[in-house]
Nanobody, 125 residues
Framework: VQLQASGGGLVQAGGSLRLSCAPS????????VGWFRQAPGKERVFVAA????????YYADSVKGRFTISRDNAKNTVYLQMNSLKPEDTAVYYC???????????????????WGQGTQVTVSS
């Protein structure tokens, strides 16, 4: 599965961005789709995830209440709506997907087999 992430950019603190993730050649049906981010000099970390079937969502504590992950069945796309952005949200954001992720592992990046190319999000103070 090839994933295409888009929607990054430069925004001022307090602003909003919406990231998109779509697969090439197949649907997200049956997959868990996650967003991860990697700041300069830091490890890639979990941001949010959604079960395509059922729509259950999961968030890192650092983004709860500010970010919303959602899916659009008709467009076969997962979104990450990011509000109240902070400079510390600056990172490359990656979407990832896999069919076989148990709940206890949903935040572990090595559980996801398929990754997008990343999209840069820069939040200025």
């Amino acid at each position: 599965v090839q994933l295409q992430a888009s929607g990054g950019g430069l925004v001022q603190a307090g602003g909003s961005l919406r990231l998109s993730c779509a697969p090439s050649g197949r649907t997200f049906s049956g997959y868990t789709v996650g967003w991860f981010r990697q700041a300069p000099g830091k490890e890639r970390v979990f941001v949010a995830a959604i079960r395509w079937s059922g729509g259950s969502t999961y968030y890192a504590d650092s983004v709860k209440g500010r970010f919303t992950i959602s899916r659009d069945n008709a467009k076969n796309t997962v979104y990450l709506q990011m509000n109240s952005l902070k400079p510390e949200d600056t990172a490359v954001y990656y979407c990832a997907a896999d069919r076989h992720i148990i709940l206890s592992s949903i935040s572990l990046l090595d559980q996801y087999d398929y990754w997008g190319q990343g999209t840069q999000v820069t939040v200025s103070s």
